[in-house]
């Protein structure tokens, strides 16, 4: 093992090899990129000394473990999406939206609507409920998709790294001390800077060195081509948007009872007579509701995202469907579409599951806890620098989130004069920057946006690190007038 004054340099070494490979193997081989996340997967995995009969399993848990529910939140996602556009429903958004706003502060309508969603919708579910109505405005107002990409995609990422209900965010706040609705309060001030530097500022700085980037297309792999339709011929506007975001209705509502009604607490979906003691405790120290009324079970089983989806596309099959005039051979063809257009875009994010689920199972996580245990920095920017050295290095915002949390805990319960809340919004910070390759959302954009990975480095990578940048520089301004 490379040692230097007891610390192990090999994990890292072999972290950087592996992604120099697999950038090599996409880039200049041209190599299918689902099978060369596999192939690396397995490759790093031997080169970390893992069990060889535990690799795969580590691969098969890193896809199921990111994928799971999103099968169903992308699939019936990307049929409600589908369904919207083949009956016109996104082009009468598009066209309203553009009237009122003008094509000139189009960005920041997309930016801000994205950020409300975004409190609520995992990053995820967000790209996934909003992509073809912002595809949709975008090629009505004559303008790149990635023109109004950007500010929605930094606002989805901006919401989920700083404010709760999002997992990361309210799991670190509970393991720190922190109160939920402080988090929330701060998050909000942090993140929308942070939303506009990496939004609509940024654009205009990658448009101009990312030219090959910012094409007006009108036919994304992901959704397919849109089609031409007379305004009158479509459905109401009003229609239209409930069944877009009904998804986002049930979320939201489900968010404010959560944060009104269950002071922030999240209800336990496991059943108390058969679980052990320390499950229940557990459950109960990261803020579970161990005994919900019916109507709390029932809020929060409508407003989870996959029975949120589920009921959302029963709706879009009436609405877009045999209220709009559409025969259910041609709603049956949308879905069809719908579910061919994801086929890739779910190998992919699957396939960088797999690369981080080694990452993770071959102990690259502990050895960043074990390196830097040890620091007289600034507790803040300490949690900062730890989840994002995390994150560059297993890709998981969640994992970056929570290790850098198990980390600086001990010191801000050692250090009164530190406010937890910001070292839950620095670790939030942290845990966004440098998506790259090993991240699912990397992915992701690069496929939703018709991107290759060298445009997807230049502009979601720097993205996620102005976010992370720009809210770091604001918690320490707001930590030095604040106590």
């Not at 609507?113 to 090629?139: D, N, Y």
């Not at 480095?457 to 996620?464: A, G, Q, R, S």
Request: proline share 4%; glycine share 10%; net charge positive.
């Amino acid at each position: 093992m490379l040692n230097m004054n007891g610390f192990n340099v090999w994990p890292f070494l072999i972290l950087v090899l592996g992604i120099a490979l697999l950038l090599t193997l996409i880039l200049k081989y041209k190599i299918n990129t689902f099978v060369t996340l596999i192939v690396v997967s397995i490759v790093v995995a031997f080169a970390l000394g893992m069990n060889p009969a535990g690799i795969a399993d580590a691969i098969k848990n890193g896809i199921g473990g990111t994928l799971g529910e999103l099968v169903v939140v992308f699939g019936f996602g990307s049929m409600i999406g589908r369904l919207v556009s083949d009956s016109g429903g996104s082009y009468r958004i598009a066209k309203t939206l553009i009237d009122k706003f003008g094509k000139k502060r189009l960005q920041w309508a997309v930016a801000f609507a994205s950020f409300i969603i975004g409190i609520s919708l995992l990053f995820e579910v967000g790209l996934v409920v909003l992509i073809p109505i912002v595809f949709t405005i975008a090629l009505e107002a004559e303008v790149p998709l990635l023109y109004l990409g950007i500010p929605m995609a930094t606002a989805l990422s901006a919401a989920q790294g700083f404010l709760p209900p999002q997992p990361s965010p309210t799991a670190v706040s509970n393991i720190l001390g922190a109160p939920l609705g402080m988090v929330l309060i701060y998050g909000i001030i942090v993140a929308i800077p942070a939303m506009i530097v990496a939004g609509p500022i940024f654009t205009k700085f990658a448009q101009k060195y990312v030219p090959t980037a910012f094409k007006i297309t009108k036919k994304l792999d992901a959704l397919g081509e849109v089609k031409q339709f007379k305004l009158e011929e479509t459905p109401s506007f009003g229609l239209s948007i409930l069944t877009s975001l009904m998804a986002v209705i049930f979320m939201v509502v489900t968010t404010l009872i959560t944060m009104v009604v269950n002071d922030g607490k999240q209800v336990y979906g496991g059943v108390i007579g058969d679980a052990n003691w320390k499950t229940l405790t557990s459950a109960a120290q990261h803020g579970y509701l161990l005994h919900p009324t019916f109507f709390q079970k029932m809020i929060a089983f409508l407003g989870n995202p996959l029975i949120a989806m589920v009921i959302a596309l029963l709706f879009a099959l009436w609405s877009m469907g045999r209220h709009s005039g559409r025969t259910m051979a041609e709603v049956n063809g949308s879905l069809s579409d719908a579910v061919k257009s994801i086929a890739n875009l779910l190998l992919v994010i699957g396939g960088g599951a797999a690369f981080k689920g080694v990452l993770t199972s071959g102990g690259i996580s502990t050895a960043i806890a074990s390196a830097f245990s040890h620091s007289s920095m600034s507790p803040i920017l300490f949690a900062w620098l730890i989840a994002v050295i995390i994150r560059v290095s297993v890709g998981s915002a969640t994992v970056a989130g929570m290790t850098a949390a198990g980390i600086v805990a001990p010191i801000v319960a050692a250090q009164s004069s530190v406010n937890p809340v910001f070292v839950v919004l620095a670790i939030g910070a942290g845990s966004l920057a440098a998506s790259h390759v090993n991240d699912a959302g990397f992915w992701m954009f690069k496929e939703f946006f018709d991107l290759d990975v060298k445009e997807t480095l230049k502009t979601w990578t720097v993205l996620e690190t102005l976010i992370s940048v720009t809210g770091l520089i604001v918690i320490m301004i707001l930590a030095t007038f604040i106590h």
